[in-house]
């Protein structure tokens, strides 16, 4: 008997054994495994476009340390279509070889054919619904063909990883004319019909860096997609959106040009702004408030003016850049500043009421009332003024 118990202890004590100890039987090893670090989505013909960046494991490892690599990291990107977005990928699992792993996906391109295809709301819900997939994703719009964006590389055989668009932030710090988007806000916006949408455009440009003489492809933001009523974007270039930055609240630094009638006073950086807007209601018509305070620094002082002038000329020069770009976004039926949303936090009915839930744009080129602009110039390098 005591033989007998002996060995059902025994049997249930290695059976225990065999569950706690079993492993990750159906994980893969790293180097069998193709990680996907960006998708691209477009929309034509019928049928979604779908693209797939995908690095190595050494390319991904590279971006932690400080070595550079003699050759450039190769960089593969599949394509497949569908007549739905999840069609499309298992199409390209038929190719893939290896085992594809989505977790670490870093950026979302955009298309400009699925922006303005009435399929975007399709393209959110996947995004949003794909177990795999993570809301602090960059996410762009692109005017350019995905796969040549997808297949950019960085600099000094840096991994890709190392670019713009994995990795936006520090260009923004440097010059912040376009935030960078997040897929959680990009999403949150979208599904609130009374905010505008924002996505900024990626593109490549070969005009300004060479390496050994020889131009290479670098990215840069050259623009910016808008919501314009709900389920379709706008594409605006850099050039009619002078004074986009000068109402954003999380602006870090930009530059300012001091010129009157062709004379060019010197440059500014301009930041830490303290943006005010209020919705100002007489009746059912609604007129808006804006106040904005900067701090600047000179950097630039080329012909010498007193402190008074230059504060009234950079102040002139900046009110005519917002206005510039409101008028712009106005002709396009695009709330460029989102004054609409100040005016559905204030008082959600007549918001209701004077856009028809959000399909009807409510401004007019007189909507601005007041623009009051404040700049201080605090900071002068390591020179003093001159006047």
Known sequence: MKRLLRRCTLGLLSLSMCVMTSGCWSAFEIQQVDYAKAFGIDYKDGMYHLYVQTLDFASVAKSESSTKSADTPPVWVGHAEGKTMSLALNELFRTAQLHMAWGHVTAIVMAEGVLTSKHIKEVFDMLGRFPESRYTTWVYGTREPLEKILSATSIYNMSPLDSILHNPLPTYMEESLYPPVLSFKLIATHNDPATTTYLPSIALNNSQWAENEKKKDLFLIEGAFFEKTGVDFEYLPRSQLPGYHWLIKDMRRAPLLVQKDGTIYGALSVG????????????????????????????????????????????????????????????????????????????????????????????TEDSIQDLKIHLTIPYTGKYKRKV
């Open 272 to 363: 830490l702004p303290k943006i005010k807007i209020k919705p100002v209601i007489q009746g059912e018509e609604v007129k808006f408030n804006i106040d904005a305070q900067y701090l600047t620094a000179l950097y630039e002082y080329l012909v010498p003016t007193s402190y008074e002038e230059m504060i009234q000329i950079s102040e002139v020069k900046l009110r005519e850049q917002i206005m510039q770009t409101y008028r712009h976004g106005l002709e396009r039926g695009v709330d460029i500043y989102g004054l609409q949303e100040k005016l559905y936090r204030k008082n959600p009915k007549l918001w209701r009421k004077l856009s028809n839930n959000g399909s009807k744009m409510m401004l």
